[in-house]
């Protein structure tokens, strides 16, 4: 059973930026970021497949860079120019072999660390 971790959550004026990690217990090939808002459905944010090819949803792309470190079995999500609208409570998920963008996809899935972002 792999485990997941994440850390780097906060609360940042609007237009700042937040570093999220998510360390596993073991390297696993897909590993992604969700997001929550309250009242909202979780949605999908970045994945990042074992050959290192990331995958963003459109709201974010030009301001959140995914990464892995493999040696370090950690996952980072670098987000700049935050917005309101990117509050949420931000989760690590993994899959052994897919990297879907769907959170059913995912059987693995940390406990989660919240994104403040104040206008």
């Known amino acids: 059973q792999v485990q997941l971790v994440e850390s780097g959550g906060g609360s940042v004026q609007a237009g700042g930026s937040l570093r999220l990690s998510c360390t596993a217990t073991e390297y696993i090939s897909c590993m992604a970021w969700f997001r929550q808002a309250p009242g909202k459905e979780r949605e999908f944010v970045s994945s990042i497949n074992s050959r290192n090819i990331p995958t963003y949803t459109a709201p974010v792309k030009g301001r959140f860079t995914i990464s892995r470190d493999n040696a370090k079995k950690t996952l980072y999500l670098q987000m700049n120019s935050l917005k309101s609208e990117d509050t949420a409570m931000y989760y690590c998920?993994?899959?052994?072999?897919?990297?879907?963008?769907?959170?059913?996809?995912?059987?693995?899935w940390g406990q989660g660390t919240m994104v403040l972002v104040d206008s």
């Open positions: 998920a993994a899959d052994r072999d897919h990297c879907y963008t769907s959170a059913t996809r995912f059987p693995y």
